[in-house]
């Protein structure tokens, strides 16, 4: 099977981060959606790769470890997907663990800031800090359960976005070290989602500058809800930095319409694609 038949999730999340499905329960999902290769990159910890890896193997689904490694550029959040990672390499452990002390650190504060806001901010923090990597979906999830936002996006909008009563920023790893911590681990690093940084086109240039130059390899081209522009836009941008393609969901949880798990989609005309740089279980897709 190649990758113009076939169906390809390089980016989902399970309960091991900010999903809501169990690794297996994913797995058994993507199975059911006739996934061929899937990634699990959860927020900050490759924790549930091993059920991943055991759950595709039952399922004779091809499995790429991965994580989804939060950081800063020029003070603005930015996600790089790591492929084909080691998630035994010691110095790639203790980055997430630093990483998610740091999540732990501003979720708490978050509830502090919700608490002085009204809201039941510390037990909003408390089932927040349940999960292994807490984020601010937890706190959005919260907020909804006790009909105190309409939406995932209302909660974010209200009172977890930048500016809002609940918002705490966090001094995340500089870029450069994000990218060098993932290829230290034998992994491919792959700019997530770049259409949704809100810069302009000159800075979206420089950061992808900065990112290869600092060992990034990939670019997401193909995303769950790009729309033909951004697709377009980010297309002529990889192949201006000879950046290979890689395709996502970015999936959380069923029923989102706007992100299927394992959506069919073809990578652009001369990308190259990001499954030729990872391992043999990626070769037949290449």
Sequence with gaps: MTAIDARIDLHTHSNCSDGVLAPAAL????AQRQVALLALTDHDTAAGCDAARAACQAHAIGFVPGVELTCLWRGREIHVIGLDIDPAHAPFIAHCATVLELRRQRVAAMGERLSRAGLPGEALAAEALAASAPTRAHLARGLCARGL?????????????????????????????????????????????????????????????????????GLEVSLAGMGPNDADRVATLARRFELAGSI???????????????????????????????????????
Aim: aromatic share 8%; proline share 9%.
């Design 248 to 286: 996502g969901s970015d999936f959380h949880e069923p029923g989102l319409p706007w992100r299927p798990l394992g959506r069919f989609a073809k990578l652009p005309e001369r990308i190259t694609p990001i499954m030729a740089r990872l391992g043999p279980v990626a070769e037949p897709f290449n």
């Design 149 to 217: 936002a309409a939406s995932m996006q209302a909660a974010f909008d209200r009172w977890l976005g930048r500016g809002q009563p609940g918002y705490v920023a966090a001094n995340w790893p500089q870029l450069a070290i994000a990218v060098q911590c993932i290829v230290a681990a034998a992994g491919v690093a792959v700019l997530a989602h770049p259409h949704r940084y809100q810069v302009s086109s000159g800075v979206l240039r420089e950061l992808l500058t900065e990112f290869k130059a600092a060992g990034g390899a």
């Design 27 to 30: 797995v058994a999902l993507a």
